[in-house]
């Protein structure tokens, strides 16, 4: 039997690959949804989206197994149906980690052999009992060579054990992707994203091109949160995203994250309103982060709301008095994903679907980039 089982991972380990090319254009008009969102499953308009991300899953930091905690599993059980109901195609991956995850217990995970098998046998084990399609890994980030190599031997391991899984489930393959850093250079010191491996074994990658500009890291300056292209500044969607193609990720492999909210600053001078004019922090009673949802509120309600698109930034701004929200429109969202069409890229994803309002990004998204 055990002889049996490791002929059998040999074979598969050496021609599955070439039998089964995973790697066809990816072609994702994806959104994440999580519980604290305050968006029920059941509203998610899913005939907009062709994968929807569960998010999160988490790492158990003493087994090294991904569990769902008590209180979302009641909800996680019911994604998969729930979405399928409007839309029978959409896919749906369980996402695990996020910016709240314990980075120290990944970065252990994936340097541990022992330990890596327990995440690929419970990531799957999970996967199928509640009726996903793949699984998507957010860990923000592998910060050190060490990392960033063992998040490459980690992603190829999990290729093959989804391969021998699908052999031995005979289902289709589970679907491998990950939320990466807007570049395949993370600082700091700078360090490189394994793209042969990522480019080998997963499906594709989202690319969390977005926080650039943010009253909690850019407190006395204003300044676009997503800008696709920047004159003034090095950081923008444009240079992670060449980057990453530029590293020898095949385009097709790379999908632009999509941020459906902003951030609000408290303006120093109300006469001074523009992209990098001086500001005093988080705008309060706002407070940080804004759903576009809520950001079109704000318009509503505040009469005298000026709105202003900046096209050559591919951004978006509005201010009353000494508010001042940047965001992405939907101008910025239609620029965004015609660029991810003529760049080639694999699709979108929007960061998160419950943010946006009665769906007009989503719909202009979809739009943009041409049928469902
Ligand atoms: C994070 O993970 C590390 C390594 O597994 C563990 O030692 C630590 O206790 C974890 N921290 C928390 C808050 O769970
Ligand atoms: C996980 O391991 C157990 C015990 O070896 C096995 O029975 C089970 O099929 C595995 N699950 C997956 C999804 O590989
Ligand atoms: C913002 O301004 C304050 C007060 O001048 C200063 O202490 C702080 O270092 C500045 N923060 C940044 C990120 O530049
Ligand atoms: C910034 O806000 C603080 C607290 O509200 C206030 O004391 C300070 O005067 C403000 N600074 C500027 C330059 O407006
Ligand atoms: C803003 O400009 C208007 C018109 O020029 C002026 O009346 C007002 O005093 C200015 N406000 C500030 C805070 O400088
Ligand atoms: C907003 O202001 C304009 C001009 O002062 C006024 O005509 C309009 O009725 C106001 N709208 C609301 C909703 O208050
Ligand atoms: C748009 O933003 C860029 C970069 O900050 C700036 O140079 C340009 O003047 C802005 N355009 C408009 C119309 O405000
Ligand atoms: C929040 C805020 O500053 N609201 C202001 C928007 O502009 C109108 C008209 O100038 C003011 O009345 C509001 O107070």
């Known amino acids: 039997m055990a002889h049996q089982s490791s002929l059998l991972l040999l074979l598969i380990t050496i021609f599955l690959p070439l039998h089964l090319p995973f790697s066809a254009a990816a072609n994702v008009r994806g959104g994440y949804w999580f519980p604290g969102g305050g968006f029920p499953i059941s ?104 990392e960033m190599a063992d998040f490459g031997t980690l992603v190829d391991e999990w290729r093959v054990a989804v391969n021998v899984e699908a052999v031995r489930s005979g289902k289709p393959p589970l679907i491998l992707s990950a939320a990466v850093y807007y570049s395949p250079f993370y600082s700091s010191p700078l360090v490189a994203y394994p793209t042969q491996s990522i480019s080998n074994s997963l499906d594709w990658i989202n690319v969390m091109a977005y926080d650039f500009y943010a009253p909690g890291w850019s407190p006395n300056i204003t300044g676009p949160p997503a800008a696709l292209h920047n004159p003034d500044q090095p950081i923008n969607v444009d240079i992670g995203i060449t980057t990453w193609i530029q590293q020898g990720l095949p385009a097709e492999k ?10 609000a600053w408290s303006l120093v001078d109300s006469n001074q309103t523009g992209l990098y004019v001086p500001a005093n922090g988080t705008n309060q009673p706002w407070g940080g982060a804004m759903t576009y949802n809520q950001i079109n509120q704000f318009i509503a309600q505040q009469n005298g709301t000026n709105n202003v698109f900046n096209a050559t930034v591919v951004s978006q701004y509005c201010y009353n008095g000494t508010t001042w929200i940047g965001y992405d429109g939907l101008g910025s969202i239609f620029g965004k994903v015609l660029y991810a069409k003529t760049k080639g890229l694999g699709g979108y994803f929007a960061w998160h679907v419950g943010a946006d309002d009665d769906w007009s990004l989503s719909t202009t998204a979809l739009q943009t980039w041409g049928g469902a």
């Open 254 to 263: 790379v999908v632009l994250g999509l941020p459906f909210y902003g951030y």
């Open 43 to 146: 509203a998610i308009e899913s005939t907009l989206f062709t994968h929807l991300f569960c998010a999160f899953a988490d790492l158990d930091p003493s087994t090294y197994g991904v569990t769902i905690s008590p209180e979302n599993q009641p909800q996680f059980w019911n994604f998969t149906p729930t979405v399928a109901k409007r839309n029978p195609l959409v896919k749906t991956l369980l996402s695990i980690g996020g910016a709240g995850a314990n980075s120290s217990a990944l970065a252990y995970m994936a340097g541990n052999p022992t330990a890596r098998q327990v995440f690929f046998n419970s990531s799957m084990g999970l996967a199928r009992s509640y009726g996903f399609d793949g699984l998507d890994l957010d860990w923000e980030f592998p910060r050190s060579g060490k």
